[in-house]
């Protein structure tokens, strides 16, 4: 009897020390759980966080860009709108000239490229500049022969081309030199120089 009873408290010794150290081993896992969890929520906060960070920093560089990008193309489209005014009020200025001053601003222009021409091949060689071929674009066979005969110039043949526009050009050809001389050159010529002042004389 004695050793059953002897049994009876081994066995129960053996069971409430299984039982405290499964008491033990739970509530350390029960701990390392919730620190685990603890440590889980800081990474994640701060992770969001980061995320977040690194979202708002694209979404404020792409606002930036787009705002300076629009700030670019309105004044590109007003760049674009001064110059088209520019060269229409220059245009304009040209075609409201009388003929013979248009034909003079022409010849002028021609005499210019010619001397520079003549300064140039003096240089190397000899250039005869008496006979020339010419194309005319605007011109009359009249004008064009008046034009080359103040510049004491001969035509061998003079081509006229049918005018796309009212301002008039002339082209020259002696050998292999070619010049040429037009309105709408002189017109882009003066407006490149004196951009600045027709734009404030235009727009204030």
């Given amino acids: 009897m004695e050793e059953l009873l002897s049994t009876d408290n081994i066995h ?9 150290k499964a008491a033990k081993i739970l509530k350390n896992a029960e701990s390392a759980i919730a620190a685990a969890a603890t440590d889980w929520d800081v990474r994640l906060q701060r992770a969001v966080g980061e995320v977040r960070a690194r979202y708002d920093a694209d ?28 060269e229409k009020a220059m245009r304009g200025f040209f075609q409201t000239l009388e003929r013979k001053e248009l034909l003079a601003v022409l010849e002028r222009a021609l005499a210019v490229r010619l001397a520079a021409v003549k300064a140039v091949a003096g240089k190397h060689e ?7 071929e010419v194309e005319t674009c605007g011109l009359t066979k009249a004008e064009a022969e008046t034009i080359l005969g103040r510049l004491s110039l001969t035509a061998t043949r ?23 001389a037009s309105i709408q050159a002189e017109a882009d010529a003066l407006l490149l120089s004196k951009r600045a002042e027709v734009a404030e004389a235009l727009f204030g």
Avoid at 126 to 132: E, G, H, L, Q
């Fill in 12 to 20: 129960r010794e053996i069971l409430d020390d299984a039982k405290r």
């Fill in 59 to 86: 979404i404020a560089e792409k606002m930036a860009e787009a705002k300076a990008r629009l700030a670019m193309d309105k004044a590109r489209s007003r760049l674009s709108k001064i110059n088209g005014a520019l």
């Fill in 126 to 132: 000899t250039v005869d500049f008496s006979p020339v």
């Fill in 158 to 180: 003079i081509n006229e081309i049918p005018a796309v526009d009212e301002l008039p050009s002339i082209i020259l050809w002696t050998g292999d030199i070619k010049m040429t």
